[in-house]
């Protein structure tokens, strides 16, 4: 049991980290690494967890994901643009071509997904 919440709150604290860099690094998304972090907060420390879904850059997003599993029209299409700019950098910059191939799918995917999530009116 100690070794399961140890885990949950070391990712946490991983995506925490990954999540805040996405807020400055174009390249990188902040809205999964968010959500993965209050989801292994959840598991692992109650304080953490408090303070992430009362926190007032994230709270908003995480209450509005976690009561009706959707997102304000202009977060997602803010998620979609940023996630299409970050992958079609990462495209160009990448020399092998199967990577790009792949980098591509997951684009796809990714954006997919993100357009399948319900919208709040």
Not at 58 to 74: C, G, I, N, V, Y
Request: proline share 6%; charged share 15%.
């Amino acid at each position: 049991m100690v070794l399961k919440r140890g885990f949950f709150l070391l990712l946490g604290c991983l995506a925490l980290a990954l999540g805040l860099l996405g807020i400055v690094l174009p390249l990188l998304p902040t809205v999964p690494f968010i959500l993965l972090a209050a989801f292994c907060f959840a598991r692992s420390s109650e304080r953490l967890h408090h303070w992430l879904m009362n926190h007032p850059w994230f709270s908003d997003a995480l209450l509005q994901w976690q009561e009706k599993r959707a997102m304000r029209p202009t977060l997602k299409k803010k998620a979609m643009w940023l996630t299409g700019l970050s992958f079609c950098i990462s495209i160009a910059i990448v020399p092998i071509v199967w990577v790009k191939f792949l980098l591509l799918l997951m684009a796809l995917g990714l954006l997919w997904y993100l357009k399948s999530i319900p919208e709040i009116d």
